[in-house]
């Protein structure tokens, strides 16, 4: 399997990167793992849970899965591993995951009661975070992938440009067929020449939808594709002059063409969007795609308090992306807007994000398994650098129903709470929705069969037969 970039750490308590959070969720495996097709949570590690309160969680634990070293899991395991998260000595990454953790407990060797601090409507969600073994859980940074896993692989070779996981038996999956290696090629080019050429297996959203017809008339090479569980928009700052009017966001809303960059600029491999949430995933709000009208778009964009609007629009240094953000910048000009775009590095671009030194950036939410992630992207307390809100979005409307959609425990009642904050976000356009990109693969015959989830994971790899 070819990837982009080496992983950042195999270490579950602190990866973040796109590649290492994949290959550690191939190592490791949580309670609960998110349905490749709709993102709900289902048992993984546990056989099953109930409520017994709307602040307490009991967890069955399955008695048939062990650790790599042989280890039986346990309710130990869990409630060490829950504490790991949250403990200021481990500092991870994610402790942000189980902030409304106040407690855990086991009551036997599989039963574990978790007790939250406040509702949570993502608890079971966020227990999809890794289990590590007791011992382990809050030990020195093992950026090596040293740490015991439970899933289905176990690392047994990483280096500077390669991965390689070994199958692993007794955990939560049925021991896979083959070892996977992932080995990290930089150049989109060099990436579809390995292909072509039988020395690459996989590739996943790695190559460009221009290059896409050619390699799937190679011999022994297939193009399979999904709906993605993403989100590409346009974010506003809305501390500028003009942006901070809900008639002009609209209006830079209707100006964008989606259907037609969709269906050219990705070779229809992207649907355009109606809103914030996906249809791959379960809160989404079935709606119309957002309308292009260049005509009202003009009249709302000529209502703005400076003339004439001008505006950087920031994107990443990826060719696609260019070209994305300069079609978006042309439709713009057509219609009187100066844009300016400029490509940045992913670093760059996030520390000008977070400072507001932009006006329009096109981003994108790879992975939105959970809506709740909306809450600390979009509401007025995680401005930053107290969170992502680059757009410095504050609406009180909004932030209640984001603040519910949290606490609330019923997934109905959640589904309704985001179809109000989708309504709302179409009517004053904090957030530009654009498009939801395919989840797209290349594989060869030897991998014929794998598919990745709706929010890009890779857990397919190991039941290839």
């Known amino acids: 399997m070819l990837v982009s970039s080496d992983p950042e750490t195999l270490d579950p308590r602190y990866s973040t990167d796109a590649v290492g959070l994949r290959a550690t969720r191939l190592v490791h495996a ?3 793992r998110l349905d490749p097709d709709t993102l709900e949570p289902r048992p993984y590690a546990a056989r099953s849970w109930r409520w017994r309160d709307e602040l307490t969680l009991e967890v069955t634990l399955r008695d048939d899965v062990r650790f790599h070293s042989g280890k039986p899991l346990e309710a130990g395991d869990v409630v060490a591993t829950l504490h790991a998260f949250a403990s200021p000595k481990v500092a991870s990454r994610h402790a942000r995951m189980v902030e409304t953790v106040a407690d855990a407990r086991a009551e036997g060797a599989h039963v574990v009661v978790v007790h939250l601090s406040r509702p949570h409507g993502t608890l079971l969600t966020d227990l999809e975070l890794p289990i590590l073994r007791a011992d382990q859980a809050e030990s020195p940074p093992a950026p090596d992938g040293s740490l015991d896993g439970l899933g289905p692989y176990a690392v047994d070779r990483f280096a500077r440009g390669d991965l390689l996981l070994a199958p692993a038996s007794g955990g939560v999956l049925p021991r896979p067929a083959h070892a996977v290696e992932l080995r990290t090629v930089h150049d989109e080019n060099a990436r579809a020449l390995r292909l072509q050429s039988g020395a690459a297996d996989v590739v996943v959203n790695l190559v460009s939808p221009t290059l896409l017809p ?3 008339a190679a011999p022994g090479l297939a193009v399979v594709s999904r709906p993605g569980a993403n989100l590409t928009y346009a974010v506003v700052n809305e501390e500028r002059a003009g942006l901070d009017e809900a008639d002009v966001r609209q209006g830079l809303s209707l100006a964008i063409d989606r259907a037609l960059i969709c269906r050219t600029l990705f070779d229809g491999h992207a649907q355009p969007a109606s809103g914030l949430i ?4 379960w809160a989404h709000h079935n709606a119309p795609p957002l309308e292009h009208d260049p005509e009202r778009a003009a009249r709302l964009l000529g209502t703005a308090s400076v003339h004439p609007l001008r505006l950087t629009v ?5 060719r696609l992306r260019g070209d994305v953000a300069r079609f978006v910048a042309q439709e713009l000009r057509d219609l009187g807007v100066e844009a300016e775009v400029i490509p940045l590095e992913l670093g760059t671009m996030i520390a000008r994000l977070n400072a507001g030194d932009f006006d329009l950036a096109i981003l994108q939410l790879p992975e939105m398994s959970e809506p709740n992630v909306l809450r600390y992207f979009m509401q007025s307390s995680f401005v930053p650098p107290a ?15 984001l603040d519910a959609g949290d606490a609330t425990m ?13 309504d709302l976000d179409r009517l004053r356009m904090h957030w530009i929705p654009l498009w939801y990109e395919d989840q797209v693969a290349v594989v060869s015959a030897r991998a014929h069969g794998f598919l990745p989830s709706a929010e890009n994971r890779w857990l397919g790899l190991a039941s290839l037969p």
């Open 214 to 216: 050619a390699l799937e």
């Open 278 to 281: 996906a249809p791959a995933n």
């Open 410 to 422: 019923d997934p109905t009642a959640r589904r309704g709470i985001y179809a109000q904050v989708e």
């Open 314 to 318: 920031l994107t990443s240094t990826e």
């Open 387 to 401: 969170g992502g809100n680059r757009g410095r979005v504050r609406d009180a409307d909004l932030d209640a129903l």
């Open 30 to 32: 949580g309670l609960t």
